[in-house]
Nanobody
Framework: QVQLVESGGGLVQPGGSLRLSCAASGFTFSSYAMSWYRQAPGKERELVAGITSAGGSTNYADSVKGRFTISRDNAKNTVYLQMNSLKPEDTAVYYC?????????WGQGTQVTVSS
């Protein structure tokens, strides 16, 4: 079965950096685009970044452009989100997402808290 396991979240000061990882299994990882979403308390889940199956194209929410970078390693079945210059408004649970044959699959999420 499809499994997505996020890691790398934590508490960081404003201006700091974190690197999230999402280990995927149960499907042909290299055949599918992957995305990162986030959900802050009281807010809807929103798309943060996406990457095509081979990694040749990426897209970002305006709020993270220039600060976040999505990448993938198809040999390791892993997608990453490098987050720099973090702001308090980046505080959220971050989720890895795969859309496979019309169905969306989610990981359990990893908490990112940006606070001094």
């Amino acid at each position: 079965q499809v499994q997505l396991v996020e890691s790398g979240g934590g508490l960081v000061q404003p201006g700091g950096s974190l690197r999230l990882s999402c280990a995927a299994s149960g499907f042909t990882f290299s055949s599918y685009a992957m995305s990162w979403y986030r959900q802050a308390p009281g807010k809807e889940r929103e798309l943060v970044a996406g990457i095509t199956s081979a990694g040749g194209s990426t897209n970002y929410a305006d709020s993270v452009k220039g600060r976040f970078t999505i990448s993938r390693d198809n040999a390791k079945n892993t997608v990453y989100l490098q987050m720099n210059s973090l702001k308090p408004e980046d505080t959220a649970v971050y989720y890895c997402n795969a859309k496979i044959l019309g169905l969306r699959f989610w990981g359990q999420g990893t908490q990112v808290t940006v606070s001094s």
